[in-house]
C-alpha cells in the first residue's frame, strides 16, 4: 500500500456512529497523523467528493460512499470477499480452512480450502452442524445477542449434565481473546481454531476456522491464532467492519513498507509453519 493511499484511507476511521462531523484538529487527533498532513489529505479527499467541509467548517463523510457502498452490497458476497484471504492462510498454513455461518439453531459451512497434507480434516461447503459443539460453533455463541444464545441453548443443550454455568464462562473468555480453541470437541484427535468476523453493524454472523490433526496443530495454537486473528479483522475490513473490529490501517502501511520489492528484486514467498507427515487419515470436522 503506498503510504500516501493508507494515510487517506486511515481518514476514514476516525468516522463512527459518535462521530458523524469532526473539525481537521479531531481528524488528526483521532487518527494520529499530524496536522499538516491530514491537512493536505482532507483537502485532497473534500476535492474529490468523499468529504463535505460544512459551514462549521467540520468534515463529514459524502454520499459519494453511500452510493459506493450500495454497489459493493450488491455485487460482493461474504464467500466472495472471503475466499483469497482463506486461500492465503491456507498457504502460509497448511492446513484446512472454512467460513462458516449461523443458519437457524444449526452452523453451515460455506466454503473450504483443504490443506495439501495427506492428514486432514475433512468439511464440505453446504454441511450443516448442530450450533454447539467444536471452535466454530463456540466462537458464533460469543457474539451471539442474548435472546438467540438462549434459544440455541435450549435447542441444543438438552443433557441432563449440561454446566451452564462453565459454558457461559467458556464464551466469556473466548469474547474477550477474540478467538476460540476447541480440542477432540466433536472428534477425538482434531483440534480448531476459529476467529469472528464483524459485518458492517458490527454483528457476528459468520467466522472463519482453522481444523487439523491435534498432533500437528496444538503446538503451534498460538502462533496459528495470530494469523486468523489477522485474516478475520482483514475480512471485517472488508466487509465495512468498524476501526474497532477492522484491520488497523497504520499497522498495514507499516507492514506493506517493509514488504515492497526494491527495483529488480522477486517479492519473497510468504512464509510457510513446518509441516509433518503423518498416515493418510481423514475425518468429519
Known amino acids: 500500500m503506498i503510504r500516501a493511499v493508507g494515510r487517506a484511507l486511515a481518514i476514514f476511521d476516525a468516522y463512527d456512529n459518535e462521530h458523524l462531523s469532526l473539525s481537521l484538529q479531531e481528524i488528526a487527533e483521532r487518527i494520529r ?11 485532497t479527499l473534500e476535492r474529490a467528493g468523499f468529504l463535505v467541509r460544512m459551514d462549521n467548517q467540520q468534515y463529514c463523510l459524502s454520499l459519494k460512499l453511500a452510493r459506493l457502498g450500495g454497489l459493493v452490497r450488491s455485487t460482493l458476497s461474504v464467500r466472495e470477499i472471503a475466499r483469497p ?17 449461523i443458519v437457524g439453531n444449526d452452523r453451515m459451512v ?13 468439511a464440505r461447503p453446504g454441511q450443516h452442524m448442530p450450533l454447539y459443539l467444536g471452535a466454530s460453533s463456540r466462537i ?12 440455541v441453548v435450549k435447542a441444543n443443550m438438552s443433557e441432563s449434565n449440561f454446566d451452564r454455568g462453565a459454558f457461559n464462562r467458556e464464551l466469556t473468555r473466548f469474547r474477550r481473546q477474540g478467538y476460540a480453541i476447541s480440542r477432540g470437541q466433536r472428534v477425538p484427535g482434531l483440534t480448531a481454531i476459529a476467529v469472528p468476523i464483524f459485518d458492517l453493524h458490527g454483528a457476528v454472523r459468520h467466522c472463519l476456522a482453522l481444523t487439523g490433526p491435534s498432533i500437528r496443530v496444538d503446538s503451534l495454537d498460538q502462533e496459528l491464532a495470530d494469523i486468523l486473528l489477522a485474516a478475520g479483522r482483514d475480512i471485517s475490513t472488508r466487509l465495512g467492519a468498524s476501526p474497532e473490529h477492522s484491520a488497523d490501517l497504520k499497522l498495514l502501511m507499516a507492514e506493506t513498507a517493509v514488504d515492497v520489492p526494491e527495483p529488480g528484486r522477486k517479492n519473497q514467498q510468504p512464509r510457510r509453519l513446518g509441516q509433518r507427515q503423518p498416515p493418510a487419515w481423514r475425518s468429519e470436522t
Open 140 to 151: 458464533l455463541l460469543a457474539y451471539m445477542e442474548s435472546q438467540d444464545l438462549e434459544r
Open 85 to 101: 484471504i482463506m486461500v492465503q492462510v491456507n498457504e502460509q498454513t497448511s492446513e484446512t480452512i472454512t467460513l462458516n455461518a
Open 110 to 122: 460455506l466454503e473450504v480450502v483443504d490443506t495439501p497434507a495427506p492428514l486432514m480434516s475433512m
Open 33 to 43: 497523523m499530524p496536522k499538516t498532513t491530514a491537512f493536505r489529505l482532507v483537502n
